[in-house]
């Protein structure tokens, strides 16, 4: 049986190659994970007045309730002013609180992301592993990988560069044995 994993993507652009990215990892995955994509999109500015007896608004306790129900997390990042999106701040702080309930405590987890760049999304995983580590993830420390996005190496959720393929395979390999440890 195929282990779950909560796949928050920090871009709500339709063509995202974030997205893309991890469509591509998804299909990598094979059998072995099974990805749920966590609607971040709709969820309000983190604020903790919001909290009502321990319920917050609807958005967020769907959310919590999607991730809590998986077995592990894949964050996909973009990185915006060598940072991560505020969209993905916002949806992590919701997933923390209230406090001592959060939804990813020890949850197996890894990060990765795509740019354009050279340097893939360096800066911004650097900040997010920080963050990981303070809500208590259980990341994944190698392998890392800061992708170059390059369009046409790339048809749907296909990688067609077999060197890039066999790269993006190690990294999937690596977090798929890394959710199993936890099992």
Known sequence: MSKTVAVFVGSLRKGSINRQYARVLE??????LAFRFVEIGDLP??????????????????????????????IVTPEYNRNVPGLLTNALDWCSRPYGK?????????CTGASPGAIGTAAAQTHLKAAMDALKLCAMG?????????PDDYD?????????????????DAFATHVERFA
């Open 45 to 74: 500015l983190y604020n903790d007045d919001l909290w009502q007896e321990g319920t917050g608004p609807d958005a967020v306790m769907r959310m919590k309730a999607q991730v809590e129900a998986c077995d592990a997390v894949l």
């Open 142 to 150: 190698f392998p890392e990988v800061y992708l170059q996005w390059k």
């Open 27 to 32: 299909r990598l995955a094979g059998d072995r």
């Open 102 to 110: 959060s939804s990813l405590m020890g949850k197996p987890s890894a």
């Open 156 to 172: 749907d959720a296909t990688c067609k560069n077999d060197a890039t393929r066999t790269f993006l395979q190690g990294f999937v």
